[in-house]
Nanobody, 115 residues
Framework: QVQPVESGGGLVQAGGSLRLSCAASGSIFSINVMGWYRQAPGKQRELVAAVTSGGSTAYADSVKGRFTISRDNTKNTVYLQMNSLKPEDTAVYYC?????????WGQGTQVTVAS
């Protein structure tokens, strides 16, 4: 069983930065896609960024140029560097690992951006 564990959320002023980390516990051979999603109150969960095992990345339009996703395959860890944060980035951020066709979700970490 794979269990992603997030860390790094918190409260930051608009324009500030945060770095989220997510490490997989458990025994896994390979994680195909690592991603970050977020869900704001009253809104649906949305994809923020994702990175494949080969290093290809994808971003939501709203975070392009501000957020950077990266992964360390040796540690089964994914990172999300968030710069120039805006109040609209406030949400619970969830880590997602896809192993073949199975999705594993973390518990979520709160990110709050104060104006």
């Amino acid at each position: 069983q794979v269990q992603p564990v997030e860390s790094g959320g918190g409260l930051v002023q608009a324009g500030g930065s945060l770095r989220l980390s997510c490490a997989a516990s458990g025994s896994i051979f390979s994680i195909n896609v690592m991603g970050w999603y977020r869900q704001a109150p009253g809104k649906q969960r949305e994809l923020v960024a994702a990175v494949t095992s080969g290093g290809s990345t994808a971003y939501a339009d709203s975070v392009k140029g501000r957020f950077t996703i990266s992964r360390d395959n040796t540690k089964n860890t994914v990172y999300l560097q968030m710069n120039s944060l805006k109040p609209e980035d406030t949400a619970v951020y969830y880590c997602n690992f896809r192993v073949i066709i199975t999705d594993y979700w973390g518990q979520g970490t709160q990110v709050t951006v104060a104006s």
